[in-house]
């Protein structure tokens, strides 16, 4: 899909990315973390050709970087970023559909795709498609953000730190949508974030930058299991490695099915949706070392032992 080849960019006398290789194949997604000034912004930038490299090569879809025009290549890539620039004075259904018309898609097929992410983002149409952005709150101009930059039914959707700006809760229930339509729509994304924990829960693959170089690229639970070194272990938090792999597993693969519960005297169930970490904190809250599991419906799904969190596996 795109592919960075001994890739450098220079600024004066910073180096902001130096010398780095990475693949992205089609349908991952690949989140892009370190610390403030390590190059994860300047990388994105570099795919939608905001930045040019200054060496190395980049290779999207089998075709050089510098052959694509930085216009008709920003028309095949989504790009939604933390401010959300919004155009004031169109309506959400204007601005969303901004790439289809430029597309040249027929108003139709505009209309029905607007109509159609605005639904899978959770924003009634009959109520949202005719508000102006500042009728919005920010959660709200946030999904209009990406629906706008899903629109064009992109080979590939950037984002850098799309959600910000968003109070915690918000950015849970973002977070949750983001993962669904890329499970649905199987589009590749590449995110930049500052929090471990949004790279965790939406990764399929973490690539950790430091000083403009790559230090580990791997599934979440690599980085956790088999951390390169000290820094790789202090970015993620040291201290909650073992309970950030629990997050990754999730009731459904450890509850007993053949198990039972008694009755309520046995605990109250959790769901089989759970993390391992919330699992961990109900049986904490509960004082058991035991508990029931239901399933999305109420149904009976098994039991959960304490020990099973203990198992390596996640
Ligand atoms: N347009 C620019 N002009 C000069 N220096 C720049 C420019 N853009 C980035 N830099 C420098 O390049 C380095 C990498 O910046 P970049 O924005 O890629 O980092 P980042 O990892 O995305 O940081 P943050 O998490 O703070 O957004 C930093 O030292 C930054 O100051």
Redesign the pocket.
């Known amino acids: 899909m795109i592919e960075f080849q001994q890739v450098s960019?220079h600024?004066?006398d910073?180096?902001?990315?130096d010398g780095i290789d990475l693949h992205i194949g089609k349908g991952e997604f690949v989140v892009?973390i370190?610390?403030?000034?390590?190059?994860?912004?300047?990388?994105?930038?570099m795919m939608n050709r905001l930045?040019d490299c200054d060496a190395g090569r980049i290779v999207f879809q089998g075709q050089d970087l510098q052959t694509l025009p930085p216009q008709a290549l920003r028309l095949r890539m989504g790009y939604a970023i933390q401010s959300v620039g919004l155009f004031p004075h169109w309506t959400v259904e204007k601005n969303i559909g901004t790439v289809p018309r430029l597309l040249g898609w027929p108003a139709e097929r505009v209309h029905a795709r607007v109509q159609a992410l605005l639904t899978l983002l959770q924003l009634e149409p009959s109520q949202f498609a005719k508000r102006f952005p500042d009728e919005l709150s920010g959660g709200q101009q946030q999904r209009v953000g990406v629906a706008r930059a899903l629109a064009g039914e992109p080979e590939i959707l950037l984002m850098?730190?799309p959600f910000g700006a968003l109070d915690p809760v918000t950015r849970i229930v973002l977070q949750r949508e983001l993962k669904r339509i890329h499970q649905l729509s199987g589009t590749t994304v590449v995110m930049?974030t500052?929090d471990i924990d949004e790279a965790l829960f939406l990764a399929s693959r973490i690539v950790l930058?430091q000083d403009?170089h790559i230090v580990q690229d791997g599934a979440p639970l690599e980085l956790l299991a088999r951390p390169a070194n000290d820094f790789v272990s202090d970015f993620l938090g040291r201290a909650e490695l073992g309970l950030k792999r629990l997050a990754l597993g999730s009731v459904r693969d450890r509850a007993r099915r053949s198990e039972r519960a008694r009755d309520s005297s046995d605990g109250q169930p959790i769901s089989a949706d759970l993390t391992l970490r919330e699992a961990l904190s109900a049986f904490i809250v509960q004082g058991r070392t035991t508990l029931p599991v239901v399933d999305a419906q109420g149904a009976d799904a098994g039991v959960v032992h304490f020990a099973d969190l203990l198992d390596a596996r996640a």
């Open positions: 960019k600024f004066g910073t180096t902001a990315v892009l370190g610390p403030s000034g390590s190059g994860k912004s300047t990388t994105l930038r930045i850098d730190e930049v500052h930058f403009g």
